[in-house]
């Protein structure tokens, strides 16, 4: 079995939720002898695989060249569409192009839509924001994200890095993120935060940077980002949507109290075991912080996302649906 991945240029340049993702569910399909390619645009030639797999239906626009690219191949289309509407968010941050752009590209992805075999969505509430924004009824089968938990020797992380009891944020420094009001309650709570991740937008980077609460720790590999997490007092995610956040999935199996946005699938992995918050609301986000900061470590989260969102486990319905598509792609032939 020989598989495409497809998915938008800077992937790796640019490494987010949808790269690890991707970088993911390679790994593990290769343990199960799975061929797989990533192709991020300079992949012409698609004749060679039996399933092209597209990623993110989001930004849309390089996955729509894939699609139709796939299309004049006569391939197996599939597409994990790590889709939530961002309407409200852009209203909110009066972003007027990227709403235009939003409402126009639509055409786009209810094309892909339409021309896929099966979609996989990270959650049943994706699927359904999916079905009420085009109103098609795709065919789908729900793949949970999975984690990976480090089992190497701890540090000691703020012996290495200064720092006393902190507040962690792992994700890429941006607006959609919203470190610069999670900046801001950390500030007026007298807690120091401790920001992971690339840096997407400079100048919203340096509003954030502008409170001396605030340490920037750059990119960080697995194995520092475990002992990142283990040494935090909560880690907090207060973005405008996730789905779930793969960061929050690592903190909650590496044994840290999260703070989660409710916006997005979240409550579908986490359920009760977290503390929720607006991201469109900062005393919200303040309330959540100290609610949590107070809370002992939540044993039954950790065992509940080791157990359940594994990435072995994970990856077994993908792989058997892979194996169904093949077998009815063969018998009709198209």
Same mark, same amino acid.
């Given at each position: 079995?020989?598989?495409?991945? =497809? ?41 060679? /695989? ?57 055409? =786009? ?45 701890? /540090? ?132 959540? +912080?100290?609610? =949590? ?20 486990? =994970? +990856? ?8 169904? +598509?093949?077998?009815?792609?063969? +018998?009709?032939?198209?």
């Amino acid at each position: 079995m020989r598989v495409l991945f =497809c998915i938008r240029g800077d992937c790796f340049k640019n490494f987010a939720g949808d790269s690890m993702q991707l970088v993911k569910t390679a790994q593990y399909l290769r343990e199960k002898k799975v061929k797989v390619d990533i192709n991020t645009g300079l992949v012409q030639d698609y004749s060679p /695989y039996d399933i092209i797999h597209l990623f993110n239906l989001t930004r849309v626009e390089e996955t729509y060249k894939y699609y139709k690219k796939a299309k004049e191949y006569k391939k197996a289309i599939v597409l994990s569409p790590i889709y939530w509407n961002l309407k409200r968010y852009y209203n909110y941050v009066r972003d007027n192009k990227n709403l235009l752009l939003w409402d126009k590209l639509n055409m =786009c992805r209810k094309e892909i839509l339409r021309g896929c075999r099966l979609i996989y969505p990270n959650s049943e509430l994706e699927n359904i924001q999916i079905q009420n924004d085009f109103h098609i009824n795709v065919p789908y089968k729900v793949i949970y994200n999975g984690v990976e938990v480090e089992h190497r020797a701890l /540090y000691n992380f703020k012996e290495t890095y200064g720092l006393k009891d902190y507040v962690l944020c792992v994700a890429r420094v941006c607006s959609r993120k919203n470190q610069l009001a999670l900046s801001r309650v950390c500030s007026e709570l007298g807690l120091q935060l401790v920001l992971i991740g690339s840096i997407n937008d400079i100048d919203y980077f340096n509003k954030c940077m502008s409170y001396d609460n605030v340490r920037y720790l750059g990119f960080m590999d697995d194995y520092n980002l475990y002992n990142a997490y283990r040494n935090a007092k909560i880690h907090v995610m207060p973005s405008f949507v996730e789905t779930p956040g793969l960061s929050s999935l690592e903190a909650a199996a590496s044994g840290c109290n999260i703070v989660s946005t409710a916006e997005g699938s979240t409550r579908e992995y986490f359920k009760d075991m977290c503390i929720y918050c607006s991201p469109y609301n900062e005393y919200s986000i303040k309330t959540a +912080i100290s609610t =949590c900061i107070e809370i002992k470590n939540h044993k039954d989260l950790k065992d509940h996302i080791i157990k359940n969102y594994n990435w072995k486990k =994970c +990856i077994n319905p993908l792989f058997e649906s892979y194996r169904h +598509i093949l077998n009815q792609y063969r +018998i009709g032939g198209s």
